[in-house]
């Protein structure tokens, strides 16, 4: 069962009468309790996942995603990476939240989820280049979806992720 939800919030302030409506919309599916994401988010497991049509650098990649109450993708599982993928365009480059900040190998994730060595999704012989801070999802012809390493300051879409919200 899903169930689309209208929200108003209203602020006042102590200095002056003044109200500030902020108004969302929610798409909630029955788990246990109602898992919410916005409406234009997809959701998956306990996440929402929104796709930017915006192509932007890494770190104004990962500012917008915080604009919207989430960061860059980390993505745990294969089954995750499988779910993400089916809302991507195979000719296009997705960064995620994954970067190796001083170019020496210690990948990281942007939430400071440990970086998992067995959920390593990268295309054969990558990453390959210390200076390629950034890592992003990519369709290669012959290998299917994986992870490349990438310039950060390079302008790609990119993938966001929030935790549902819970009702």
């Avoid at 089954?79 to 170019?103: K, M, T, V």
Wanted: with cysteine.
């Amino acid at each position: 069962s899903t169930r689309s939800l209208e929200f108003y919030v209203y602020i006042t302030s102590f200095f002056a009468p003044v109200y500030l409506i902020l108004h969302f919309s929610l798409s909630c599916n029955l788990e246990k309790v109602w898992g919410c994401c916005p409406s234009t988010w997809k959701p998956f497991g306990s996440s929402c996942y929104f796709v930017s049509t915006e192509q932007n650098f890494w770190t104004k990649s990962e500012q917008n995603c915080v604009g919207m109450g989430a960061h860059l993708v980390v993505i745990n599982t294969e089954a995750e990476q499988n779910f993400i993928i089916q809302q991507l365009n195979e000719s296009l480059s997705y960064f995620l939240g994954l970067s190796d900040p001083q170019g020496n190998g210690n990948w990281q994730w942007i939430d400071k989820t440990p970086y998992k060595e067995n959920v390593r999704l990268w295309h054969q012989n990558e990453p390959n280049f210390s200076a390629e801070e950034c890592a992003s999802i990519v369709f290669w012809n012959q290998r299917g979806w994986g992870w490349n390493d990438v310039f950060c300051d390079s302008s790609r879409h990119s993938i966001c992720e929030m935790k549902k919200i819970y009702l």
